[in-house]
Nanobody, 116 residues
C-alpha cells in the first residue's frame, strides 16, 4: 500500500504563491509518475501537473507557465510551486502516484483558496 502525505495548502490572495508538498512512502525508482490533480466544487478532477520517473513534466492547459512541478529523490517528495494564483485556482488539490503496474493512488487532498 502506498501512502501519500500532502501539505502546503491554505488561503492566499490573488497574485500570491503557494508551494504544495507530497511525500510518498515509495521511492521514485519504483513508480511511473507522480503529480497533482485538482477538483473544484461542481467540476471534474483535472490534471494540474505530473512528473514521470524519467523527469519529463506535463501541465494542465490552464497552468500557462505559472506552476512548476519538481521532485526531491532523496525525500521521495514532489513539490508544486504555484505562482500568480487566481480565484479560479481555488480547489482541493490531490497528490497522485502511478506505480509501475499503472495502479493509481491518491492523497487525502489539501484545500487551496484564492481570495481577497
Amino acid at each position: 500500500q502506498v501512502q501519500l502525505v500532502e501539505s502546503g495548502g491554505g488561503l492566499v490572495q490573488p497574485g500570491g504563491s503557494l508551494r504544495l508538498s507530497c511525500a510518498a512512502s515509495r521511492s521514485f525508482s519504483s513508480i511511473k509518475a507522480m503529480g497533482w490533480y485538482r477538483q473544484a466544487p461542481g467540476k471534474e478532477r483535472e490534471l494540474v501537473a505530473q512528473i514521470s520517473s524519467n523527469g519529463s513534466r506535463s501541465y494542465g492547459y490552464f497552468v500557462k507557465g505559472r506552476f512548476t512541478i519538481s521532485r526531491d529523490n532523496a525525500k521521495n517528495t514532489v513539490y508544486l510551486q504555484m505562482n500568480s494564483l487566481q480565484p479560479e485556482d481555488t480547489a482541493v488539490y490531490y497528490c497522485n502516484l502511478l506505480d509501475l503496474g499503472f495502479n493509481g493512488y491518491w492523497g487525502q487532498g489539501t484545500q487551496v483558496t484564492v481570495s481577497s
